[in-house]
């Protein structure tokens, strides 16, 4: 079975400095796969090698389709919801606006609605504050207003770049119980960036390790959790 | 006291041009973080076009929409010829482009119109009619209701529907529209196209009382910057206040204080700028600028 999201062989890099030395790696529909490893060692840069926010060689490819050479909008256009590092909120707009722009793509009007409902469920801070900005929003709320929007875009594969970054563990916590709940009852893939590797080992199928631009190791999660040797040396814990 | 009254409200016909431009320039600065030297000369030459469709016949109400349409085009075609391909260079640069496009664009309209000042038709009689013991003139009514309807019609494109708010969130944060699938360099176009109508707007409301010729827009375009400094150079509702309260200083400073006369106004325009800057840099909508790092 062809995987959801494909990476063959991909380099990529900011001017002269390359980031990314050849990497592979695979996200099968409906999977949760986390990307974990230290600072630089390359996990923003993969995501946003899939988005088209940095140059990149070798292969892309979503649902069979090479990515190459497509603009950043004609990517999530195919179903890839990106929530980057920093939460990209727009923070001259209000919260309502936000969601609209996770939606305002979508033909299907009665399903939309009935997502923001589903929306207000998952995170009903967000149904109190609509009409608020969002820089008035703490950070753990802008992160649920991050995840609130890409799910109303909804994407077969959404990819959460640090989700945990600065949160309090109870929000942390809620975030992720979320996060399962929309894999479970969607379907969608999640591609999940994370220093947090205990948490995200918990939640995903599959891991990735990176060590400075190359993957170290992979492989099902519970089996990287379980080794000893991996933990110590790549998760720190 | 009626003659103050009559002062205003010719001001607020006068802020309502100046807001019109000011409006223009703030969209531009939105879309690229740079004021648009040339959206004064655009709108000048936007206006030569309504004059030549009202000279082979057209009437004033189709000349005007059909004007606009022409200087919304315009707009888009300058931002994806000229200013897309220097999309990523240094500010300077940008500002050199449309100092040069202004130079080019008055130019040109000289070449194609010639420098002798033309009388513009206005739609609106000069006559008068009392208003609370003023006397206001047709034209400054008629000026003032166009101007309110187009800067409505601007608000409830930005505010109300999907495209305003894509062009926003373009203008604001370009990175993180995209990944919501927003065509940001297509909005950024848009907003162009935008800023080249509205702009289009100030010169046809304000060519039957100025003469229209080449350089006619050269004072508006200074009352223009000062109205949307004081409004805070972001902030499309600052442009329209700001606008109003610079037509309406203007007009009170040329009538009441006696060493302004008419000969000084723009230096009154001028001296708002200096001031606005010196005691409250982000104007009266600004935000202060604070970056998290």
């Known amino acids: ?237 | 006291m009626q003659s103050l009254l009559q002062q205003i409200i010719s001001g607020i016909a006068s802020g309502g041009i100046f807001a019109s431009l000011a409006l223009a320039l703030v969209l531009i600065y939105n879309a690229m973080g740079l004021v648009n030297f040339a959206q004064g000369e655009l709108a000048m030459f936007a206006t030569f076009i309504a004059f030549t469709l009202i000279d082979r016949g057209l009437s004033y109400w189709i000349a005007l929409p059909v004007a606009l349409v022409i200087a919304f085009a315009g707009g888009v075609l300058i931002q994806r010829v000229v200013i897309r391909p220097v999309e990523r260079a240094p500010v300077l640069t940008l500002v050199i482009i449309t100092l040069g496009m202004a130079t080019l664009v008055n130019g040109l309209a000289g070449f194609i119109w010639g420098y002798v000042p033309r009388s513009f038709p206005s739609p609106f009689s000069a006559r008068t009619v009392n208003l609370l013991g003023a006397f206001v003139s047709y034209q400054d009514m008629g000026v003032i209701a166009v101007s309110a309807v187009v800067l409505l019609l601007i608000y409830l494109l930005l505010q109300r529907t999907t495209i305003g708010l894509t062009m926003r969130a373009a203008a604001h944060h370009p990175e993180a529209a995209r990944l919501l699938g927003v065509r940001v360099s297509w909005m950024l176009a848009l907003g162009w196209g935008l800023a080249a109508a509205v702009g289009a707007v100030s010169g046809i409301l304000v060519a039957p009382v100025l003469f229209l010729e080449p350089n006619m827009m050269q004072a508006i375009i200074i009352y223009a910057f000062a109205a949307a400094v004081l409004g805070g150079i972001e902030s499309p509702l600052g442009a329209v206040v700001g606008g109003l309260i610079v037509g309406v200083t203007v007009n009170l400073a040329g009538a009441y204080l006696p060493f302004v006369g008419g000969d000084l106004e723009l230096a009154v325009a001028l001296a708002i700028i200096i001031g606005v800057l010196l005691v409250r840099p982000n104007g009266l909508f600004g935000r202060a600028s604070v970056r998290r790092v």
């Not at chain 1, 009665?110 to 504050?129: A, C, I, M, Q």
């Not at chain 1, 802008?142 to 875009?153: D, F, G, I, K």
């Not at chain 1, 893939?189 to 199928?205: D, G």
């Open chain 1, 1 to 237: 079975m062809a995987a959801l999201l494909e990476l063959d062989e991909v380099r990529a890099g900011y001017g002269q400095t390359s980031v990314l030395h050849g990497v592979s790696m695979s996200v099968e529909e409906g999977q949760i796969v986390s990307l974990l490893g230290a600072n630089g060692a390359g996990k923003t840069t993969t995501l946003r090698s899939v988005t088209g926010g940095v140059r990149w060689t070798g292969d892309i490819r979503f649902s069979g389709r090479s990515l190459k050479r497509l603009s950043t909008e004609d990517v999530v256009r195919c179903g890839i919801a990106h929530v980057p590092e920093g939460r990209g909120i727009l923070t001259e707009l209000t919260v309502d606006e936000n969601l609209r722009l996770g939606s305002h793509l979508r033909k299907d009007g009665g399903d939309v609605r009935k997502d923001y409902d589903r929306v207000f469920e998952y995170f009903p801070v967000l149904r109190e504050r609509r009409r608020l900005s969002a820089s008035t929003l703490s950070g753990g709320e802008q992160q649920m207003l991050a995840v609130a929007r890409a799910l109303l875009m909804r994407p077969r594969l959404m990819l959460l770049d640090e989700p945990s970054l600065g949160l309090a563990p109870m929000v942390v916590r809620a975030i992720f119980e979320i996060i399962r709940t929309i894999n479970q009852s969607d379907g969608v893939a999640v591609f999940l960036v994370e220093q947090n590797a205990r948490l995200a080992l918990e939640i995903s199928s599959q891991a990735y390790v990176l060590e400075v631009g190359r993957v170290a190791v992979s492989g099902a999660s519970s089996d990287l959790m379980g080794k000893e040797s991996v933990r110590r040396s790549y998760l720190g814990y």
